[in-house]
Structure formats: structure tokens, C-alpha cells
């Protein structure tokens, strides 16, 4: 609608140049494990976001859940193929409220940050590291030496109140 046109190159639709990065990770079957059980990637409702160096473990997530993945600003060593997208971009691309879950790496920019919070369905996981502050609208629920994990904000933007139901009037 907006005839915006971006580039997709290799699979990856490239919003913005590709970050540099400063972290190199090796696929390893327990990170992948504890991932997707901190995201809670039990099946395939929704998708998951895997931003920056996470997204090195998509073929081994994929291969234990049906969940599908986007993989964000990735490493090169990401497996492209094992996700249901791939993108580059300063923001998270996807409206509000539309991702199940996600994951962000020390190279997740500010934007990369909020707009992937708001992406995330309320009451959906966030996942980050300790060098990231737990975004606003995010609720911490464990920790450890490395990452915590949080959930999104359920909030209520309308009051509901008892309406009384009567028989019409004949």
C-alpha cells in the first residue's frame, strides 16, 4: 500500500545495510534447547524472533518445534534456511502484538529493542542479555549470569463493565 520496495537478496529482505557484528557464535545443541524453552517454542502458534546471534541456533530450534522462526540482523553463519524469514533493518518490521516471541543479542540497537517489544503478543517471552536493560512493558520473571527472560505486559486499554440484559419490550 505504501509502494514502498525494498531489496531480498539471498532470502533476506534487506530494510537497511547489514550490521556489523561483533560477537561469532557456533551452533550448539544445548543453547538451542535452553532457548526455545525460555521463548516457550512448544508449537506453531506464531512466530518467534531471533535477533543477532540467536539466530545461529535456528536449525537446531527447528528441528524440535514446529515454531516458525525470523531471524533478525543475523550473523552470516545463521542458517537462512532453517526460518520462515529473515530480515535487515534498524527496527523490527512486523505490526504490533503480532510475534509470539523474542530473543535479542548485544548488538540489538535501541530500535531493534522497542519495536520488537511492541511486536510481541502480550503475555509473549523477551529474552535478552544482562548487558540490556529489561525493556519498559516488559515484566523480569528469572535471571541468570548471562540473560533474563521476561514477559510482555498484558495491559487493558478499556474498562469493562456489567451490562443488564433484559427482555425486550413486545
Same mark, same amino acid.
Given at each position: 500500500?505504501?509502494?514502498?520496495? =525494498?531489496?531480498?537478496?539471498? %532470502?533476506?529482505a534487506?530494510?537497511?545495510?547489514?550490521?556489523? =557484528?561483533?560477537? =561469532?557464535?557456533?551452533?550448539?545443541?544445548?543453547?538451542?534447547?535452553?532457548?526455545?524453552?525460555? *521463548?516457550?517454542?512448544?508449537?506453531?502458534?506464531?512466530?518467534?524472533? *531471533?535477533?543477532?546471534?540467536?539466530?545461529?541456533?535456528?536449525?537446531?530450534?527447528?528441528?524440535?518445534?514446529?515454531?516458525? *522462526?525470523? *531471524?533478525?540482523?543475523?550473523?552470516?553463519?545463521?542458517?537462512?534456511?532453517?526460518?520462515?524469514?529473515?530480515?535487515?533493518?534498524?527496527?523490527?518490521? =512486523?505490526?504490533?502484538? +503480532?510475534?509470539?516471541?523474542?530473543?535479542?543479542?548485544?548488538?540489538? +540497537?535501541? %530500535?531493534?529493542?522497542?519495536?520488537?517489544?511492541r511486536?510481541?503478543?502480550?503475555? %509473549?517471552?523477551?529474552? %535478552?542479555?544482562?548487558?540490556?536493560?529489561?525493556?519498559?512493558?516488559?515484566?523480569?520473571?528469572?535471571?541468570?549470569?548471562?540473560?533474563?527472560?521476561?514477559?510482555?505486559?498484558?495491559? +487493558?486499554?478499556?474498562?469493562?463493565?456489567?451490562?443488564?440484559?433484559?427482555r425486550?419490550?413486545?
Open positions: 500500500m505504501c509502494r514502498a520496495e =525494498f531489496v531480498i537478496k539471498d %532470502g533476506v534487506r530494510f537497511d545495510a547489514p550490521p556489523s =557484528f561483533t560477537v =561469532f557464535e557456533i551452533p550448539d545443541a544445548e543453547v538451542a534447547t535452553r532457548l526455545a524453552a525460555l *521463548l516457550e517454542l512448544t508449537d506453531a502458534r506464531g512466530f518467534a524472533l *531471533l535477533c543477532g546471534r540467536w539466530a545461529v541456533h535456528a536449525g537446531m530450534i527447528s528441528q524440535m518445534t514446529d515454531t516458525p *522462526l525470523v *531471524l533478525v540482523n543475523h550473523s552470516i553463519a545463521a542458517p537462512a534456511h532453517a526460518a520462515a524469514g529473515a530480515v535487515r533493518a534498524r527496527v523490527v518490521p =512486523f505490526a504490533e502484538s +503480532s510475534a509470539r516471541a523474542l530473543a535479542l543479542d548485544e548488538s540489538s +540497537s535501541s %530500535g531493534i529493542v522497542v519495536t520488537g517489544v511486536a510481541v503478543k502480550p503475555g %509473549g517471552r523477551v529474552l %535478552g542479555p544482562i548487558t540490556i536493560a529489561v525493556p519498559a512493558g516488559v515484566t523480569e520473571l528469572v535471571r541468570d549470569d548471562r540473560v533474563w527472560v521476561g514477559e510482555k505486559i498484558t495491559t +487493558s486499554t478499556t474498562t469493562t463493565r456489567p451490562i443488564a440484559i433484559t425486550a419490550p413486545r
